[in-house]
């Protein structure tokens, strides 16, 4: 009985330090901060569902194509949208032309931002998502491994 607590924090400390060590190559290989992400929400669905994990991979804004779907975030969300980009455009943001996406889940029917409901960029609103607020570019999915973590956020 003695010995039997030291290969289980044995075992449980050599878990953490795998788990943190994929965690930081994942970053490291994938250019991202956050190279996993669970999907909260349905609005992709039938493509991601809730608890779904998508690996995620740092892009370029120039590397970003209509089908695409990108991870980003907007200041009023307290965590990153995955959604679909269904056109680029063009726009005037502090004196330079960037480039902006349209964007909206395959579940949903309108654009994410659009008409009547402006992206807030310190230059005003635009109906896109800047590309300076695009983290990443959904490369996989993992179904349903994140329902647990997903739970537990929401229950604890």
Do not use: Q
């Amino acid at each position: 009985m003695g010995e039997e607590w030291k290969k289980e924090a044995a075992w449980i400390l050599i878990s953490l330090l795998v788990v943190v060590g994929i965690n930081y190559g994942l970053k490291f290989a994938m250019a991202t901060n956050s190279p996993l992400v669970i999907v909260i929400s349905g609005s992709m669905e039938p493509v991601f569902y809730r608890g779904d994990v998508v690996l995620l991979k740092g892009v370029n804004p120039n590397d970003i194509h209509t089908g695409d779907v990108i991870v980003y975030n907007a200041p009023m969300y307290a965590y990153p949208i995955i959604h679909r980009v269904r056109g680029v455009k063009t726009v005037e943001l502090g004196g330079k032309t960037e480039k902006c996406f349209v964007t909206w889940g395959d579940n949903n029917p309108i654009p994410d931002w659009g008409e009547y409901r402006l992206y807030p960029t310190p230059y005003g609103g635009v109906p896109c998502v800047p590309a300076y607020a695009v983290d990443a570019k959904a490369v996989m999915v993992f179904p349903r491994i994140g329902l647990i973590p997903l739970w537990i956020r929401e229950h604890l």
